[in-house]
């Protein structure tokens, strides 16, 4: 089932008499228990995009529909209770300072007007899941950066959301607490059959958690996907942009090819370098090489120099072809 | 000093007391619920309205930029009406709430502003209505700053009050421009000029301990 469906959304700011589209024509569909990643450099949209999901932005032309109700319809009444539906997690965690972890974590039950008694109850249920239950009586300013997402996290679960909306909930944090909280992640949406939203700059994360992954590029919806497909054959330059290396190779002669390998779990115990050696008696120069987890599969992606004529480099390319590797090539960027 | 002397200075201590503490109430009953209004009309805020803002802004200004002075004398026919009286420590403690009502509430408003936006839109993605974030996400997060402004507000309230004594409101002030100024009685002058001096200190100092000691 869809949790959100958006269709053509735009959405246009006014300042100064200036225009400023920020949002142009995204489709898209977020099924019900997914983890959907939406990646993008800053300034992409993204966070707009994550924001028209529970209209803290309204659209300015298109649909916004949360499990088939166009949100634009509802009145405020309306759009209030369908928010307590909806969860929100952000950079800066946005706690109160000024109250505990338990009293943060109550809020969005006092808000749903949970009884006294029970709010508690329920608050200290969701501390032990982000395991933060000795931190109760806490404040958060005594708590390192992944204790205080992790209390936003537990505050975001108390209502019983639908969705958890995720707006670059681990940039703030070293790759470690990144790590922790992705995992965290992962474990309630398995658990709680949560759908999961999540807004980032960052690939690694996407590729850790995400099922499927839309990528925005200046207010456009560039590709969207299964992770693992993106990964494999990103066919939008954005998405290009993402999945290779960040660190720009420049062949070492103007004629050399650069192309990028991919190989997935069962390709990658092949010594494909020294066959192609073996076999055709050709070279190449490796730039760059790692492997990694994608969507739960282990992926190696490799950066290798190519020379000689056109002739020699479609025979290496072509040695890889065979073998199923997926083979692009870099300069095309 | 005469014996005569200390204890008109020590009625004169309990009435300057009696009219910050009165005028204080009654200034943060009328100016805290104004800062808030101020705040959240504003443009983008949650419960923006231009035209509460305008007029809000207006009073707010001319009430502040009035010295306090010439707004003791406009007022004096409103405060015979309410208090049946224009002199005296009760007459007094209405100029002395108009007086400090817009600056209340320009000193809630600026308490709110520092609250970061990101609390409000954490609450508002929670599905509060902007009555509940002012009372459970504005009001608290602001307060330790709304505790330093109160020590500066009733601290400007009672250097107000000593100027009440020129409409022949009571307290100290009173005392130091009658006893003091008029008759040229340097000692008491400078002893109820010391007190005042001495209460500012003790309300600022109370002040800045307690938001300090509330501040997480």
Redesign the interface.
């Known amino acids: 089932m869809e949790v959100f469906q958006l269709q053509g959304v735009s959405k246009t700011y006014e300042n100064d008499g200036e225009t400023f589209r920020a949002l142009e024509d995204v489709s898209l569909t977020i099924e019900e228990g997914e983890i959907f990643g939406i990646i993008g450099m800053s300034g992409a949209g993204k966070s707009t995009l994550v924001r028209t999901l529970?209209r803290?932005e309204d659209v300015s032309e298109g649909s916004v529909r949360f499990y088939g109700q166009d949100l634009a319809t509802l009145s405020r009444r309306d759009i209030?209770?369908?928010?307590?539906q909806?969860?929100?997690i952000?950079q800066?965690f946005?706690?109160?300072?000024?109250?505990s972890v338990l009293a943060n974590v109550m809020?969005?039950l006092?808000?749903?007007g949970v009884p006294r008694h029970l709010r508690k109850e329920k608050a200290l249920e969701m501390l032990r899941i982000v395991g933060l239950e000795d931190k109760q009586r806490a404040?958060?300013?005594r708590l390192s950066g992944g204790q205080r997402q992790r209390v936003a996290i537990a505050r975001a679960l108390a209502?019983n959301p639908k969705v958890l909306?995720c707006d670059e909930a681990t940039s703030a944090l070293d790759p470690k607490m990144t790590g922790e909280i992705l995992d965290l992640l992962k474990e309630i949406n398995r658990t709680r059959k949560l759908t999961i939203v999540i807004i980032t700059h960052e690939m690694s994360v996407v590729e850790k958690i995400c099922n499927r992954v839309a990528i925005i590029d200046q207010g456009r919806l560039a590709e969207v996907g299964e992770v693992a497909e993106i990964f494999r054959n990103p066919t939008s330059n954005a998405a290009r942009k993402l999945v290779f290396p960040s660190n720009p190779f420049d062949p070492s002669s103007k004629n050399n090819k650069l192309i990028r390998l991919v190989f997935d779990g069962l390709a990658a115990s092949r010594p494909f370098i020294a066959e192609l050696v073996e076999k055709t008696g050709k070279t190449v120069n490796i730039l760059s090489a790692n492997t990694k987890s994608v969507g739960g599969i282990g992926y190696g992606q490799m950066v290798v120099e190519v020379p000689g004529d056109e002739a020699e480099q479609q025979t290496i390319i072509n040695f890889f072809r065979q073998g199923g590797l997926s083979v692009q090539e870099v300069n095309a960027l | 000093m005469s014996s005569y002397m200390i204890e008109a200075i020590g009625t004169g201590i309990i009435e300057t007391l009696e009219m910050t503490f009165f005028s204080s109430i009654f200034a943060y009953l009328i100016g805290l619920p104004l800062g808030v209004l101020l705040y959240a009309t504003a443009e983008g805020r949650i419960l923006a309205n231009r035209g509460i803002q305008v007029v809000l802004g207006v009073f707010i200004n001319i009430g502040r930029s009035l010295p306090f002075l010439i707004l003791l004398v406009l007022l004096i026919p409103l405060t015979r009406m309410l208090t049946g009286s224009s002199i005296g420590t009760v007459a007094s403690i209405v100029p002395l709430t108009i007086g400090a009502v817009p600056i209340v509430a320009r000193m809630v408003e600026s308490s709110l502003s520092e609250v970061s936006e990101g609390i409000i839109e954490a609450a508002t993605s929670m599905g509060a209505s902007p009555w509940y974030i002012i009372l459970h996400f504005l009001l608290p997060e602001a307060m330790p700053s709304l505790m330093l402004g109160a020590a500066i507000n009733v601290a400007t309230i009672l250097g107000y009050s000593a100027m009440a004594g020129v409409i022949g409101g009571g307290g100290l002030g009173a005392i130091a421009l009658q006893y003091g100024y008029y008759r040229y009685q340097k000692d008491v002058l400078w002893t109820t000029v010391t007190l005042l001096v001495l209460m500012v200190m003790l309300i600022q100092g109370s002040g800045n301990r307690l938001a300090k000691k509330i501040r997480r």
């Open positions: 529970n803290l209030r209770n369908i928010r307590q909806i969860a929100m952000f800066s946005n706690l109160l300072g000024q109250r809020q969005p006092k808000i749903a404040y958060p300013s209502a909306l």
